[in-house]
């Protein structure tokens, strides 16, 4: 069975998140901390009738905001990134190993155009919704972000479309099955693979 094929076939969604924890009081002070004295608060009160300490907390959040940017952009850049990469590995099922094998089919007739829709099921709608859609958005933002430093109205907008990947992942198992059928007892189908396999390691 080709490895390859079957490892970009692969449903590669892993959401895993950990749970925010945050810190009382006395683990911070200890149970023995000293109480706030008279002449603290009253220093307190007069520094925030005089206003100084607005400017104080604006200058640490500029501050603080101007630190974050530039991990905003890195995590922004990260997601175009992989989102690049999903998209080369979508258009290798789907303009190369689903469209040679398709052609194959209709000229050898050694194996049917069914058998070759049932593996890939709807890789197709999913490398369209990647490459016109999600990867432009994304790199629409990253061009624009300074003016529009925001990327999870692009994200909401995938929503609806993850119910595309439940098709595949239903499918998923048949189609394994029905490639390592194919690829061992049809020469002409396990020659197209291993012709793209190895145009592919050229490139």
């Given at each position: 069975?080709?490895?390859?094929?079957?490892?970009?076939?692969?449903?590669?969604?892993?959401?895993?998140?950990?749970?925010?924890?945050?810190?009382?009081?006395?683990?911070?002070?200890?149970?023995?901390?000293?109480p706030v004295s008279t002449r603290l608060l009253s220093s307190l009160k007069n520094k925030i009738s005089g206003g100084g300490w607005r400017k104080s907390c604006e200058a640490t959040v500029n501050t603080r905001k101007q630190l974050q940017e530039p991990e905003e952009n890195k995590i922004v850049r990260e997601l175009l990134e992989t989102e690049q990469t999903y998209v080369s590995r979508l258009h290798l099922l789907d303009q190369v190993f689903f469209e040679e094998l398709l052609k194959e089919a209709?000229?050898?007739?050694?194996?049917?155009?069914?058998?070759?829709?049932?593996?890939?099921s709807n890789i197709s709608s999913i490398h369209q919704f990647h490459s016109q859609f999600f990867l432009p958005e994304l790199q629409r933002r990253v061009d624009e972000w300074a003016a529009v430093?925001?990327?999870?109205?692009?994200?909401?907008?995938?929503?609806?479309?993850?119910?595309?990947y439940s098709e595949y992942v239903?499918?998923?198992?048949?189609?394994?099955?029905l490639l390592a059928i194919w690829t061992e007892k049809c020469p002409p189908f396990q020659?197209?693979?291993?012709?793209?396999?190895?145009?592919?390691?050229k490139l």
């Amino acid at each position: 069975m080709s490895k390859k094929l079957q490892t970009l076939m692969e449903p590669l969604f892993d959401m895993t998140s950990e749970p925010w924890e945050g810190e009382s009081l006395e683990d911070r002070w200890g149970p023995r901390h000293r109480p706030v004295s008279t002449r603290l608060l009253s220093s307190l009160k007069n520094k925030i009738s005089g206003g100084g300490w607005r400017k104080s907390c604006e200058a640490t959040v500029n501050t603080r905001k101007q630190l974050q940017e530039p991990e905003e952009n890195k995590i922004v850049r990260e997601l175009l990134e992989t989102e690049q990469t999903y998209v080369s590995r979508l258009h290798l099922l789907d303009q190369v190993f689903f469209e040679e094998l398709l052609k194959e089919a209709r000229s050898s007739k050694a194996f049917s155009e069914d058998v070759v829709k049932l593996i890939f099921s709807n890789i197709s709608s999913i490398h369209q919704f990647h490459s016109q859609f999600f990867l432009p958005e994304l790199q629409r933002r990253v061009d624009e972000w300074a003016a529009v430093p925001r990327i999870g109205d692009v994200i909401q907008k995938l929503a609806p479309f993850l119910k595309m990947y439940s098709e595949y992942v239903k499918n998923f198992e048949r189609a394994a099955e029905l490639l390592a059928i194919w690829t061992e007892k049809c020469p002409p189908f396990q020659e197209v693979i291993t012709r793209i396999q190895v145009e592919s390691l050229k490139l």
